[in-house]
């Protein structure tokens, strides 16, 4: 079963507005982290923000905001003031606990189908 | 700041070749995972390391192998390289940290294989 679930192929947003892109998530894990990455066309992946399954306030960086709503299982990207460089794809990404006897985590992260963004002038 | 270095960036090959990417991860960074991104797809997990022990494993077929340095460099050997093999291969780094709660994977550039 798919564990992150980005339903929008494409979108478009009008340069200097907002734009939502939505992200849902499956797991039983009470413990986990929701990234968001951006992939331009050059290719590299590029953290963007990161929402922890604890944390009570939703996450901001910048133009970036997620919306968190654990109860929803949703972790959707907000952009404010769109600017023609976020053109690109979005991936959401959920890494969940993955701890040894000693406690250590080091999770795989699970990405979702990516949303392409494309922001016109 | 240092970040995650790939080689080649790169790599053309012909099929039933064999191919060797490199992945150096950020210092003090114990952990290494590997990732591979067909064309229009997102990636999937490969295979992790741990302080040079295989930690997880993915959907990594049986041709690849894979493992980290003292150095805490990782190498993926991919063998009897096959048309479908072409895509971009990510590794990224992280700190094996007691608090799952925040322990970001930083990226590297990727290298692009193309099986011909």
């Known amino acids: 079963a798919q564990k992150i679930t980005q339903t929008q192929p494409g979108m478009f947003v009008q340069e200097k507005e907002a734009v939502t892109l939505d992200c849902t998530y499956d797991t039983s894990d009470p413990s986990y982290g929701l990234f968001w990455y951006k992939q331009p066309s050059s290719g590299e992946m590029i953290f963007l923000i990161y929402?922890?399954?604890?944390?009570?306030q939703n996450a901001t960086e910048g133009r970036y905001s997620l919306n968190f709503q654990k109860a929803r299982k949703s972790a959707n990207l907000v952009i404010s003031a769109s600017q023609l460089g976020d053109s690109a794809m979005y991936f959401c990404a959920m890494r969940e606990a993955s701890a040894n006897a000693g406690g250590t985590s080091y999770g795989k992260l699970t990405f979702g189908q990516g949303t392409i963004l494309t922001v016109h002038p | 700041a240092a970040g995650v270095i790939q080689s080649p960036r790169h790599l053309i090959k012909e099929k039933r070749e064999t191919a060797t990417l490199k992945c150096y991860p950020i210092?003090?960074?114990?952990?290494v995972y590997w990732y591979q991104q067909g064309p229009g797809q997102d990636p999937q997990f490969l295979i992790s390391f741990y302080e040079k022990m295989q930690s997880d494993k993915g959907s990594i077929p049986d041709r690849f192998s894979a493992q980290q340095f003292s150095d805490y460099h990782s190498e993926l050997n991919m063998s009897s390289l096959e048309l479908g093999d072409s895509a971009l291969y990510f590794c990224?780094?992280?700190?094996?940290?007691?608090?799952?709660?925040?322990?970001?994977?930083?990226f590297g550039p990727g290298t692009r294989l193309t099986v011909l």
């Open positions: 210092p003090r960074h114990d952990t």
């Open positions: 990224a780094s992280s700190l094996g940290l007691q608090d799952y709660a925040y322990n970001e994977q930083f």
């Open positions: 929402q922890g399954s604890y944390d009570q």
